[in-house]
C-alpha cells in the first residue's frame, strides 16, 4: 500500500522504479529486476554474487527451488542493466562484503546494508523462478513462481532500492521496518548454508562466522522480543543452534497475520519510508483485548522445519510422546 505524493513522472523516481520493477508485463519480458529497463545483454546480477560464490566455493553447490529442484548457485542470474549492475547494487555488495568478512552487524548502517542484500537475494530468486517451469516435463503448469506474484515483494523491493538515494525510516517497532537478527557463528570459515520461507517472505543465512536472519514483515516479529528468540542476537551459536534460530523466525513470519500501512514519499534527493500502523488480516481478538498479529505458534510446524534447516531429526525439537517443543539452546538460556 503506498500513498505517493510530489508524483513527477519526469524525475528519475526510486518508486517509479519500483512499480516498474514488479510489473508482471516487465518481469515476463525479462527486463531489469530493479528498473523494469532494458537489462544488457551477457549473464546479468548474479543472485549470489561472485565474491560470495568465491569465498564459500557455491561455484558447484546448488540451492533447492520451491518445486523441489536444484539450481548451481553459479546459474542463479536475473535480467539487470548495467546502471543497476554497476550502481546501488554493487555498492550493497562491497558494505556487505566487509561486514561478512568481520563476521558482526555493528551500526544501523550495516543492518540496512544487510538488509538491502537479503532483500536483493530474495527478489531474485523468486524473479528466477518466474522463469523457470514448475514441471521440466509439463510445460502446461507453467512457471515455480507467477511473474504477477512478484507484486507481493513491492515493500522488498522498496526497501533494496532506498539504496539508490538518501532514505529516511519511520518504523514502529525498530529503527528500520524490517526484521534483522544476527549471530557470531562458531564454525567453519567457509561453512554456508541458506534458507526461505516465500509465503512468509524470510530469508537466512549462514557466511562463515556470521549468521542473518531477515524477514521482510515491517519489523512485527520484534514486536516479540527486538533480539529475536529468546533474545539472543549476537551471542556465538554453533551452526546447527543458528539452524535453529533460523527455523524459528522462519514459522513465526509464516504465521505472521498482519501487515503495515505506509505513507512514502519521495523529492528529488530524499526517500521517506514512514510506517503508520500495522493493519491485522484477520479480526482475530486475544485474550488480553488486543488484535492477533501472529496467528499462535505452531511446535509442529516448528521442529518439521528446524529438522529441514539444521539436517536433523525432528526428535531433537520434539518429544512426540509428550508432544512438547524442544531446543538445543538450553547451554543459552
Ligand atoms: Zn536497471
Redesign the pocket.
Same mark, same amino acid.
Given at each position: 500500500m503506498f500513498e505517493v505524493k510530489g508524483f513527477d513522472p519526469h524525475n528519475d523516481y526510486v518508486m517509479i522504479k519500483v512499480e516498474r520493477a514488479v510489473d508482471g508485463d516487465n518481469i515476463r519480458a525479462r527486463r &531489469?529486476f530493479? &528498473?523494469g529497463?532494458q537489462p544488457t545483454t551477457g549473464v546479468g546480477e548474479h543472485v549470489f554474487p561472485k565474491w560470495l560464490q568465491t569465498r564459500f566455493g557455491l561455484f558447484d553447490e546448488r540451492l533447492t527451488l520451491i518445486n523441489g529442484t536444484f539450481i548451481p548457485y553459479r546459474s542463479l542470474t536475473v535480467p !539487470? !542493466?548495467a546502471? &543497476?549492475n554497476t550502481g546501488f547494487l554493487s555498492r550493497i555488495e562491497t558494505e556487505v562484503q566487509e561486514i561478512v568478512e568481520r563476521g558482526s552487524v555493528e551500526t544501523s548502517a550495516d543492518r540496512l546494508s544487510v538488509a538491502r542484500w537479503m532483500a536483493k537475494i530474495l527478489v531474485g530468486i523468486l524473479v528466477k523462478e518466474t522463469a523457470l517451469l514448475l514441471d521440466r516435463k509439463d510445460p502446461t503448469l507453467g512457471n515455480i513462481v507467477t511473474a504477477d506474484f512478484i507484486s507481493e515483494l513491492v515493500h522488498c523491493q522498496l526497501l533494496l532500492q532506498s539504496a539508490r538515494k538518501p532514505a529516511r525510516f519511520g518504523a514502529l517497532h525498530g529503527t528500520f521496518p524490517f526484521t534483522l537478527y544476527w549471530y557470531r557463528i562458531d564454525g567453519l570459515e567457509n561453512g554456508f548454508d541458506l534458507s526461505t520461507d516465500i509465503v512468509g517472505q524470510s530469508i537466512a543465512m549462514r557466511v562463515g562466522k556470521l549468521g542473518l536472519a531477515f524477514v521482510n514483515d515491517g519489523g512485527l516479529q520484534m514486536i516479540h522480543g527486538e533480539k529475536g528468540p529468546y533474545g539472543l542476537e549476537g551471542v556465538t551459536v554453533l551452526p546447527h543452534q543458528f539452524g535453529e534460530l533460523a527455523a524459528r523466525v522462519h514459522t513465526k513470519a509464516s504465521l505472521r497475520d498482519a501487515t503495515h500501512f505506509y505513507l512514502n514519499s519521495e523529492t528529488p534527493t530524499h526517500l521517506t519510508i514512514e510506517q503508520q500502523d500495522v493493519r491485522p488480516f484477520t479480526s482475530t481478538t486475544l485474550a488480553g483485548g488486543e488484535m492477533q498479529v501472529f496467528q499462535p505458534w505452531d511446535s509442529w510446524k516448528f521442529s518439521v522445519r528446524a529438522a529441514q534447516v539444521t539436517r536433523l531429526e525432528e526428535s531433537v525439537f520434539m518429544d512426540t510422546i509428550t508432544g512438547r517443543e524442544m531446543t538445543t539452546l538450553t547451554n543459552l538460556l
Open positions: &531489469c530493479v &528498473c529497463d !539487470c !542493466c546502471e &543497476c
